[in-house]
């Protein structure tokens, strides 16, 4: 099997620490050669400790099911014979208390909204199927506990 790697790197510089009045402000790298600002959220840690504009892991965690679902959903619409134009997914993390009382992403909501051109275009059973497929083998989906969602929309 695969195997894949990422870094985080983070670094204290000039800040106490002790006191818990730190940046949480990290660097996400992927072994492809991407560098993405991480951060944790500003819901948990409130700036200036956290920096809303990076990417918090809520965030990476949310976009990762989406990503997953929709290379699947691509790859199975075009052996199907379906051409894709277009695939926006907003994706929505909604977070809860798991049976121990501890925070935890409950629930992510996969909306994607898809357009298609040519012959044949997928009715909306045939659009849902091909997201329960999608579903089906999204390596992400398969390695969580989170109840992962799907509401397909079309353009």
């Known amino acids: 099997m695969a195997q894949h790697q990422a870094e985080v790197i ?16 990290h660097l996400l790298k992927f072994d492809g050669g991407a560098e993405v600002a991480g951060s944790s959220a500003p819901q948990v840690v409130p700036p200036p400790y956290s920096d809303p504009a990076a990417v918090d892991p809520e965030e990476a965690f949310i976009a990762s099911l989406s990503s997953c679902h929709m ?9 199907a014979g379906f051409r894709v134009d277009e695939y926006h997914d907003v994706a929505v993390g909604e977070m809860g208390r798991n049976e121990a009382g501890k925070a935890w ?11 298609f051109s ?5 009715t909306p059973d045939q659009l849902a199927e091909l997201h329960h497929a999608a579903h089906a083998e999204c390596f992400i989906a398969h390695s969580v506990k989170t109840e992962v969602l799907c509401q397909p929309r079309l353009a």
């Open 118 to 122: 040519g012959d044949k275009l997928p």
């Open 105 to 115: 992403v409950a629930r992510v909501t996969l909306q994607p909204r898809t357009s």
């Open 71 to 79: 290379l699947w959903f691509l790859d199975i619409a075009a052996r």
């Open 10 to 25: 983070w670094r204290r510089g000039e800040q106490d620490f002790l006191d818990r009045r730190y940046s949480r402000k």
